[in-house]
């Protein structure tokens, strides 16, 4: 646990260094989810898909984390349950995807989605505004943050650019 904690501060207090991998994100998503398995028992599993075709493309850093802790906080910490969280990665066409799936409580959609689009403050929720801005701010406005609920789960999806 000490060592993921010291992997995530390293990696957060990392300025200058903006622009990572996928590998590298998907490395601090994993120490990040270390110390929740830790705090949260047996809870949820998590499983990871993620495309190896896009682990040497260029995203900007701490994108994936907030979606996890979103999925952990708001759909399965209160969850009656076994959670599960799995993360994807992949290619589609000159883009990568990435979605975060959980089985946790399902959000209110109409709420993120004012909040994902709102240019105001905002009291709660500001890790997935914060990844949406960014993302809008250095991919351009096509690219960004969703939410969409599917087969009862609720998944969020990046997507940006493929840069290599």
Excluded: W
């Amino acid at each position: 646990m000490v060592t993921s904690l010291a992997s995530i501060l390293r990696y957060s207090l990392n300025r200058g260094n903006d622009v990572i991998t996928v590998e590298d994100e998907l490395r601090q998503v994993k120490s990040y989810i270390t110390i929740q398995k830790i705090r949260f028992s047996d809870k949820f599993d998590v499983y990871y898909r993620i495309s190896q075709d896009i682990f040497d493309c260029k995203i900007i850093k701490l994108i994936l984390q907030p979606l996890v802790e979103n999925a952990i906080i708001h759909g399965i910490e209160t969850y009656q349950g076994k959670g599960y969280i799995e993360i994807r990665g992949f290619a589609e066409g000159n883009e990568v995807v990435f979605e975060v799936e959980n089985n946790g409580n399902a959000p209110d959609l109409d709420k993120i989605n004012s909040l994902l689009n709102s240019g105001g403050e905002v009291s709660n929720g500001y890790g997935i505004k914060n990844v949406n801005e960014r993302l809008k701010l250095y991919y351009g406005e096509e690219y960004g943050l969703s939410y969409r609920i599917q087969d009862g789960n609720t998944v969020a999806v990046i997507r940006v650019p493929r840069i290599t």
